[in-house]
């Protein structure tokens, strides 16, 4: 995540959520040769179309613990349909090579989350915070990063095709696109993509951290020779989490390690026991012993989709999974 901030702010954050129809939205059918390229049924003009009205349904869990706005960010997922008709989401490189998604902190003229990702995005970006040219699509759950950072992951759909990307050159180094569905398969889904290395497209890592172990995926871009690194980490998992909702199935790997901690219940673990986060509750006002315990998190439900496969995730977003089929 970026965090250098640019001298020129913008104030036009007076956000609400219009009435957004799918079947009024510009979204491109596939052309026919462009169907035969595909492997999957989920790339076609129907798959599309339920994969955003998934997300446009799509109903973030009730937050059951407050947040020191100070230690809060939020990135944005900022979705468009490709060339191919298939849905892309936006990364961007910053100088060290990083991938990651438009984002940073909320800040005090920020109304909500949805303000400070779209604040962000266009200040690296220069993505326009009109909701109607980029309508909300949902907010997801929070997640905990990386210096006592709690991300909330906000996902747009992008329908003014004329938009053009505006780099702030002094924290973006480029911006690429990545297709949502890949995020949900270990091999590329796509026979038109770039080249890939002699590696695996789709790799993971388990590292232990201080409530168990935490399943960190890599996806290689295809632009790796040029100094991009691959999508890593909590982006990854970001995706993935968006992919997940949107097309309504688990992914064809193991999503997350064994015994591996809900985020709900590392988030509950950090506010409890990080200095930088007991100092920001203090000043907010927060009584960190309001704060749910983490083991009371532990609980999760397995179920199954429609297809029998298991989901992984919060148990909200299982239950979410197992009511959607495309």
């Not at 779209?118 to 997640?143: N, S, T, W, Y």
């Amino acid at each position: 995540m970026t965090t250098t901030r640019s001298s020129k702010r913008s104030t036009l954050l007076s956000f609400h959520r219009p009435k957004l129809s799918l079947d009024e939205a510009p979204i491109p059918i596939l052309k026919p040769e462009s169907k035969a390229r595909t492997v999957s049924a989920e790339l076609t003009a129907s798959g599309l179309s339920r994969c955003l009205q998934n997300l446009l349904m799509y109903q973030q869990a009730e937050q059951q613990m407050a947040l020191p706005k100070s230690r809060c960010a939020a990135v944005l997922v900022a979705l468009f349909v490709g060339r191919m008709g298939d849905l892309r989401a936006p990364t961007l490189r910053t100088f060290a090579g990083d991938t990651s998604l438009p984002g940073g902190k909320w800040e005090p003229q920020d109304r909500n989350m949805e303000g400070t990702a779209r604040r962000e995005a266009f200040e690296e970006i220069g993505l326009p915070m009109d909701q109607h040219k980029v309508p909300l699509l949902c907010v997801l759950e929070p997640v905990l990063a990386g210096h006592n950072l709690i991300i909330i992951p906000v996902v747009v759909l992008i329908l003014d095709v004329t938009i053009r990307p505006i780099l702030n050159t002094a924290e973006v180094a480029s911006l690429f696109s990545h297709p949502l569905i890949s995020l949900l398969h270990s091999n590329l889904p796509f026979l038109n993509e770039r080249k890939m290395p002699e590696l695996e497209y789709h790799t993971y890592s388990d590292t232990i951290l201080s409530l168990g172990p935490q399943r960190l995926h890599r996806f290689l871009t295809g632009r790796e020779v040029g100094g991009t690194k691959p999508i890593f980490g909590l982006t990854a998992g970001i995706l993935i989490h968006v992919a997940i909702i949107g097309y309504g199935r688990a992914p064809d790997f193991e999503l997350d390690a064994p015994g591996q901690p809900s985020w709900n219940e590392r988030i509950a673990y950090a506010l409890k026991h990080s200095p930088v986060f007991l100092e920001a509750m203090q000043k907010e006002g927060i009584d960190p012993s309001k704060i749910p315990d983490p083991s009371s998190f532990r609980n999760r439900v397995g179920v199954k989709n429609a297809d029998g496969q298991s989901v992984s995730g919060e148990t909200r977003e299982q239950r979410w999974c197992a009511q959607s089929k495309l």
